[in-house]
């Protein structure tokens, strides 16, 4: 698996711990082997296939990891989800992030639309794929989380959700001249909220770190509501 995450050029690697700290190791298994949080994984699987999304039996959670996102979505050697117990602060956080990797792999498994290696893909693949995807993964994880707020889902304050809606025609038009792009700067500028304020920034405008998952959800919610997930998540970007 650590194989897997190195040829997928995870952006967890980059700040890999490897078990340096036995004490943390110690308390973040105890929190991966917890049996409600794995009940609750298993439950969302459940529910997440029920949905439409296709079933992923293989859910790795990690006890140690740097930073980056919470879930990493690999294609082989067989369709699998990692997700990284120190960067969810919670369950729910945690379902959040595997419900992200499990709309990328429904997305993309067979389909030869993402490489193993999505940082090359980035090359090839339009922006308008990558964020489509993010926003199927977020309205996935309000399916399965319907208690949470939006911008609990988003992982953000309440103030900074009103901040990304008050200027939403702004980043909008901004992400509207990125769509038909390719390059890993733009999965860098509009999906990765800890990227550097170099590559978020457009002009004179500085990117808020969740402006590309915000407009991700927003711009998706309207194909979601009239088709349903199942046929969002396997429809064109």
């Known amino acids: 698996m650590l194989e897997s995450l190195r040829l997928a050029r995870a952006p967890v690697l980059e700040s890999f711990p490897l078990a340096t700290d036995s004490k943390l190791l110690h308390r973040l298994g105890l929190r991966a082997a917890d049996p409600e949080t794995q009940q609750r994984l298993r439950d969302a699987i459940e529910r997440a296939a029920a949905l439409g999304a296709d079933r992923c039996d293989t ?7 740097g930073s980056g996102p919470a ?6 050697p067989e369709p699998q989800v990692v997700l990284f117990v120190e960067i969810a602060a919670n369950v729910n956080e945690l379902i959040i992030a595997m419900a992200g990797a499990i709309a990328a792999l429904t997305r993309w498994s067979g389909s030869g639309a993402v ?3 999505r940082w090359e893909a980035a090359r ?14 977020l309205h996935l994880a309000a399916a399965l989380l319907p208690d949470l707020s939006p ?7 309440h103030a900074a959700f009103t901040r990304l809606r008050e ?9 509207d001249a990125d769509l038909d792009e390719r390059g890993i700067g733009l999965p860098l500028r509009w999906l990765t909220p800890d990227a550097p304020l170099g590559p978020r920034t457009v002009g004179d405008v500085v990117l808020p770190p969740a402006a590309g ?14 088709v349903g997930l199942r046929e969002a998540l396997r429809a064109e970007s």
């Open 167 to 175: 200027r939403e025609k702004i980043f909008r038009t901004l992400l």
């Open 151 to 157: 911008y609990q889902l988003l992982g953000i304050h």
């Open 71 to 76: 879930s990493e979505p690999l294609l082989r």
């Open 59 to 65: 859910i790795t959670l990690l006890a140690d990891g």
């Open 213 to 226: 998952r915000y407009l991700a959800w927003r711009m998706t919610a309207e194909r979601v509501e009239r």
């Open 115 to 117: 490489v193993h290696d």
């Open 124 to 137: 090839t693949v339009p922006l308008r794929e990558w964020i489509y995807t993010e926003g199927l993964g």
